[in-house]
Every structure is written in structure tokens, then in C-alpha cells.
């Protein structure tokens, strides 16, 4: 190779190198909102969501977020947020981090109360606020329900959302008495689900209803 040759790689690799450099870390992180259904009878479930915040607890890396909300009648607020966290890059600052996460999830789901109505609908739209504003490139809504919304006569939810470049996975959808007389609720509740989620620009809209399978929350499309 020439000296104008060399010359020239090793440009192009000092350029490749500082832009690389550039990368904002953040886009190399996943956050996860995970959205706890706390209405009517489902309010029971919510114990088990303790498995799945506990799963991404020890799944999810330092610079990755996770924030745990729940779904009540209105849930278009910060103040349903129940726990959120930025693991730190310190393993032991992050192992902390983790403990306290755990111990704040554990108290609410012990004392959870169920509430009248279902806002699935506002708890994904702070959802999606809150991952966008992570900075993620990777952005994940988990929602812990029967997918049985419920609002009442004020609320109002019947309009277009952006879920833009975020992943939905409902999990834990257990079928109602009704959906048992006849499974076309049930699957025709789902199908409803899925046309908003990607109507609204969602990468992904998927089902998860083994728990004993979470592993496929992170796995490949």
C-alpha cells in the first residue's frame, strides 16, 4: 500500500471512530413501562405481575429503564406511576436500585384495591410519554390485563394515539365468563386490540399468557 493510500484509511478509520464515539448511549438501551390492571375482578391478578417485574429486574442492564404503573379509571398520570428507575452503571448502585424497585412493586400489589372502570387506553398513551422521553432505542409497553376496557360516561379516550416505534405485549390475559360462553369475545377483544395498537405505529403488537414463557418478551420478531 502507498503512503497516499494508508494515508487515506486511516482517515476514513479516525472518522469511523469518532463517529462512533458520537453515539448517544441511550439509543442502545430498552425501556420497559409495564402497565398493572387494578380494576374489578382482575384486581386478584395482580399479584402474579410481581413475577414479570421481578423477570425484568433481573434481565434488564445497566442504562436500561423500567417504570411499573397501574390501570385504574383514569390512568392518563404521572401519579399512577408506582415505581421508575435508570439502572446505574455501578453494579452494586444498580443491585440497590433493583432491591428498592422490588420492595415498592411488592408493597402496592399486596395492598392493591380495585378500582370501578378500566383505562388501558391512558395508561398507554403515559406510557409511550414516558419511554419517549427515556430516549430508548428500544421501547416496550407491557400490559397486565384481561384487555377489558371500561370507562365511564365522562371519560373520554375514542381518538387516534401514537405508539410510534414501541413495542405492545399483553400478558396474563385471562378470559372472562363471558369470553367462556362465547371465545369470540375473547379473540375478537384481542383482534380490536391489535388493529389500535398498530394503527397508532407500533413495531409489535404480541400475546403472552404463560408466564412461565417471559423469555419471549425480549425475544427476536
Same mark, same amino acid.
Given at each position: 500500500?502507498n503512503r ?5 484509511s486511516?482517515?476514513i478509520?479516525g ?6 464515539g458520537?453515539?448517544?448511549p441511550?439509543?442502545q438501551?430498552h425501556a420497559?413501562?409495564v402497565?398493572i390492571d ?6 386478584r391478578?395482580?399479584?402474579k ?6 423477570y425484568?429486574?433481573?434481565?434488564? +442492564?445497566?442504562?436500561?429503564?423500567l ?9 392518563f398520570t404521572?401519579k399512577d406511576?408506582i415505581? $421508575?428507575a435508570i439502572?446505574?452503571q455501578?453494579p452494586s448502585?444498580?443491585?440497590a +436500585? @433493583?432491591?428498592?424497585f422490588?420492595? @415498592? ?5 399486596r395492598?392493591?384495591q380495585g378500582s370501578?372502570y ?5 395508561g398507554?398513551i +403515559?406510557g409511550?410519554e414516558?419511554?419517549?422521553?427515556t430516549g430508548?432505542g @428500544? $421501547?416496550?409497553i407491557?400490559?397486565f390485563?384481561?384487555? +377489558?376496557?371500561e370507562?365511564? $360516561?365522562?371519560?373520554i379516550r375514542?381518538f387516534?394515539?401514537?405508539? @410510534?416505534?414501541?413495542?405492545v405485549?399483553?400478558?396474563?390475559v385471562?378470559k372472562l365468563n ?7 369475545r375473547?379473540?375478537g377483544?384481542?383482534?380490536a386490540?391489535?388493529?389500535r395498537?398498530?394503527g397508532?405505529?407500533a ?7 404463560d408466564?412461565e414463557?417471559?423469555?419471549a418478551?425480549f425475544?427476536?420478531?
Open positions: 500500500m497516499r493510500a494508508l494515508w487515506a486511516l482517515v478509520l472518522l469511523a471512530v469518532a463517529a462512533a458520537c453515539v448517544d441511550r439509543s438501551s420497559v413501562y402497565l387494578t380494576s374489578g375482578t382482575y384486581a391478578e395482580a399479584g405481575a410481581q413475577l414479570i417485574i421481578n425484568l429486574l433481573g434481565t434488564l +442492564q445497566p442504562g436500561d429503564s417504570a411499573v404503573a397501574r390501570v385504574q379509571s383514569r390512568s404521572e406511576i415505581a $421508575k439502572f446505574d455501578r448502585q444498580a443491585n +436500585q @433493583k432491591r428498592a422490588r420492595e @415498592k412493586t411488592d408493597a402496592f400489589l395492598t392493591v370501578a378500566t383505562d388501558i387506553t391512558g398507554m +403515559q409511550a414516558f419511554l419517549n422521553e430508548a @428500544k $421501547k416496550t407491557l400490559v390485563s384481561d384487555m +377489558q376496557e370507562l365511564d $360516561k365522562v371519560t375514542n387516534p394515539i401514537s405508539l @410510534k416505534n414501541i413495542r405485549i399483553a400478558v396474563n385471562v363471558t369470553d367462556n360462553i362465547d371465545p369470540r375473547y379473540l377483544r384481542l383482534e386490540w391489535q388493529k395498537v398498530e397508532a405505529g413495531s409489535e403488537w404480541k400475546v403472552i399468557n408466564l414463557r417471559l423469555d418478551i425475544a427476536k420478531s
